[in-house]
């Protein structure tokens, strides 16, 4: 056989193309492995996005059901919802209201302070200016021209000891009220010599220092002498010439306390404190 004629005898690859598959024996065309595996896999997807959108369906309209009843879209119910609130919580407070009334009438009537123990609470605490008879104590220190072999620095200036040993000696005699340096002196007052300089309610003295009361200036003045520190203090005045002066008055005026304090809060003693 030639050349040519291989060529017109052999089948082309357009005309396989263009035929397609052999009829089978049913006269049907064969479908390929691939394509029925592809409809398979389309069918099993189709039925899991409607099981999916049936569970989706089925929450929302549970959660739809379940926010109308808390949150209801139509105005006249939600006005109704609250009324019907408002008058649950008037009931508790009209409840409330009876049952503090029957247990403040079970309760004896506590009886009102005494003018004079608001006074006197006002005096120590320091609300109230005081007038009345006293004394002045005066605490200086020593000339600069003192001059000791045995003194150092410390024993020519006034300490912080010092004062607190005079403030205390006149309490201890009765003092109704005291200043220091023109400052009201409160439970909650609190001082500090740095060097030869006081520091007292945020400002700053220098010596002298006064100490004045307002009592009986016969009872202040026996403290003052019945003091050991005071005693000790009055040897130095010897020695080295420390300031010490004690003036008496039938009448002296104390001011009221004038600027902030510690004192923030107050309970009833045995009490527990609350946070």
Not at 170 to 185: D, F, Y
Request: hydrophobic residues 40%; aromatic residues 4%; proline residues 7%.
């Amino acid at each position: 056989m030639s050349q040519d004629d291989r060529s017109l005898d052999a089948p082309r690859r357009g005309d396989l193309g263009d035929d397609g598959p052999e009829p089978s024996a049913g006269g049907e065309a064969a479908v390929p492995p691939t394509s029925r595996g592809r409809r398979i896999r389309s069918g099993v997807t189709v039925l899991l996005v409607l099981a999916l959108s049936g569970l989706m369906f089925t929450a929302s309209a549970r959660l739809a059901r379940n926010q109308d009843g808390r949150h209801p879209q139509n105005l006249t119910d939600l006005v109704q919802n609250e009324e019907r609130r408002v008058e649950s919580m008037t009931g508790q407070v009209v409840s409330l209201e009876a049952e503090v009334t029957a247990l403040a009438q079970e309760l004896a009537p506590v009886e009102l302070t005494p003018p004079e123990v608001v006074v006197n609470t006002g005096i120590v605490a320091g609300s109230i200016p005081v007038t009345g008879p006293g004394l002045s104590v005066t605490l200086d220190d020593a000339p600069p021209t003192q001059q000791s072999r045995s003194a150092n620095v410390d024993d020519l200036v006034v300490h912080q000891q010092d004062l607190q040993d005079v403030i205390n000696a006149l309490w201890a005699g009765g003092a109704e009220a005291m200043t220091l340096q023109g400052q009201r002196v409160t439970p909650t007052t609190a001082f500090r010599c740095v060097g030869n300089v006081l520091n007292l309610h945020g400002r700053v003295f220098s010596p002298p220092y006064v100490v004045s009361a307002v009592g009986d200036p016969a009872a202040l003045q026996a403290s003052l002498d019945r003091s050991p520190a005071i005693g000790i203090y009055q040897e130095y005045v010897d020695a080295y010439g420390l300031g010490w002066k004690v003036e008496k008055s039938s009448s002296m005026d104390i001011p009221a306390f004038e600027g902030a304090t510690d004192l923030r809060y107050a309970r009833v003693p045995g009490e527990k404190d609350q946070a």
